[in-house]
């Protein structure tokens, strides 16, 4: 049984592959310090060049697959997202 593959940013949605904290957290939809706290949690790789930090698109997707919790129904391998609570 395979499980689907998510195309969580595509290229051509974004103009660069390596953010700043702050184009990830706005990525992610959370605050600036939500990402520096993932970082220093290493819940977040990142490149770190001076005392600039770097976010590669890579390791953004890496972060979100690892955090996505998806519901199947086997008899059809769609996302079901009524075992969340979230629809029937």
Known sequence: ?????LEILPA???EHDIFTPMEAAQI????RT???N?????QLRHIKCGRK?????????DFI???TIMCYND??????????????
């Open 12 to 14: 051509s949605e974004f």
């Open 65 to 67: 697959e690892k955090n």
């Open 38 to 42: 993932l970082i220093s949690a290493h």
């Open 53 to 61: 930090i770097l976010i590669p698109r890579v390791y953004l997707q």
């Open 34 to 36: 939500t990402i520096y």
């Open 1 to 5: 049984m395979s499980t689907p593959t």
């Open 75 to 88: 008899s059809q391998m769609k996302i079901d997202l009524s075992c969340c609570g979230k629809g029937a």
């Open 28 to 31: 992610l939809r959370v605050g």
